[in-house]
Structures are given as C-alpha cells and as structure tokens.
Antibody, heavy 121, light 107 residues
Framework: EVQLVQSGAEVKKPGESLKISCKGSGYSFTSYWIGWVRQMPGKGLEWMGIIYPGDSDTRYSPSFQGQVTISADKSISTAYLQWSSLKASDTAMYYC??????????????WGQGTLVTVSS | DIQLTQSPSFLSASVGDRVTITCRASQGISSYLAWYQQKPGKAPKLLIYAASTLQSGVPSRFSGSGSGTEFTLTISSLQPEDFATYYCQQLNSYLYTFGQGTKLEIK
C-alpha cells in the first residue's frame, strides 16, 4: 500500500528555521516525483514545487522560488520542505504528494496527511 | 502561467441532484487535467485524471469531460458524502496550477 507519512505539527516564531518531512512507502521512492502543496487557512491549494528523488532534480513554482528549499534523502525514502527564516504568512497546512506517471496524466495520486505549521510571536 | 477558473465558486444542492462544475484554462492543456475532492480537515483526494478517467475506487456517479480549455466534473446523483470542496488542476506545464475551488453545500 502506497503511503506518504508526514511529520507532526509545528509551532514556531518568526525568523526561526524549520524542516518538515514526508516519508514514502509501498512503492519505489526513486521512481516518482514528490511535490509539496500549501493550503493557507480557509484558502485553496497552491503548488509549491517538486523533486525527483532518483536524481534530486527539483522545480519550484515562481511564487515559492527562493522562499523554501525542497530536498530528498533516497536512502530513507524521505522528502523535505524547509524554511531558513519563517514568517507569519507561512502559517498553513502543507501536504506532500506523489505525482503519478504518464498513465495517470501526471496527477497527484497520493497525498500525505498534512503538516500544520503555525508561525506566531 | 496557465490560469484555471472554476465556476461556480459555491454551489448549493440537494441529495439526488445532478451537478456540474466547470473549469476553464487560460490556454490549451490538452487533457492534462485532474479533479480532487477535499473534505474539511482532510487531505485532498484524486477523483479524476487525464480529464475523464476515474481514479480506482471512486464511485461511478462522478464523471469528467473536456479537453483543450474547457472541462467539467459532473456528479450524477449527489450523495451526502459528496458535500465537499472540489478543485481542478492542470498538469500540462510543470507550474501545476489549481483552480480556486468549488464548495458544494447542502441546500
């Protein structure tokens, strides 16, 4: 069974750094792109970026380029999303997703349970 | 960037109704469109990919159609568990934009 299991909720102060994780299981982790999606409170879904763990090829939405870093450690089947200096506006739920291949129209076929990040002084 | 516009943004309907949600792309995206359902407090769930292919396990009352710039999601007979927010997403270019969402509420 394919699963994406994310790390737990975080409460941070503005200016602090943070790295959240997403562990994949039940499939070949290095063969599928893993992405991150932001959902701010009461708002819609925003695609942030995506990484191919097989070779660490990474692409970012222009809205998030330079604001976050996406990485992956294929030895432990885990992808990461990190911030070097959080802002209050980073308060949101963050989902990791697996991107299906061509036969799935490249859709996001599996989602993690979400990690709630709260940034408040 | 490709923009997606869903209509309506809010929809009030009754159990048993047939409902249709439209998603329009600002430029052609072939059939690279997916639909997701999100219930409160839960992660989104893939319903339809490649514009019209039902994801495994999704009830057949859901259907999708369209190509190019105009797409629809239809629920043939609403069930109580279908009241949720629905999002379309384009996967034609790697800026994988989502529509703004359609909240389907019980009338």
């Amino acid at each position: 069974e394919v699963q994406l299991v994310q790390s737990g909720a975080e409460v941070k102060k503005p200016g602090e750094s943070l790295k959240i994780s997403c562990k994949g299981s039940g499939y070949s982790f290095t063969s599928y792109w893993i992405g991150w999606v932001r959902q701010m409170p009461g708002k819609g879904l925003e695609w942030m970026g995506i990484i191919y763990p097989g070779d660490s090829d990474t692409r970012y939405s222009p809205s998030f380029q330079g604001q976050v870093t996406i990485s992956a450690d294929k030895s432990i089947s885990t992808a990461y999303l990190q911030w070097s200096s959080l802002k209050a506006s980073d308060t949101a739920m963050y989902y990791c997703v697996r991107q299906g291949g061509y036969s799935y129209g490249y859709s996001f076929d599996y989602w993690g349970q979400g990690t709630l990040v709260t940034v408040s002084s | 960037d490709i923009q997606l516009t869903q209509s309506p943004s809010f929809l009030s309907a009754s159990v048993g109704d047939r409902v249709t949600i439209t998603c329009r792309a600002s430029q052609g995206i072939s059939s690279y469109l997916a639909w997701y359902q999100q219930k409160p407090g839960k992660a989104p769930k893939l319903l339809i990919y490649a514009a019209s292919t039902l994801q495994s396990g999704v009830p057949s009352r859901f259907s999708g159609s369209g190509s190019g710039t105009e797409f629809t999601l239809t629920i043939s007979s609403l069930q109580p568990e279908d009241f949720a927010t629905y999002y379309c997403q384009q996967l034609n270019s790697y800026l994988y934009t989502f529509g703004q969402g359609t909240k389907l509420e019980i009338k």
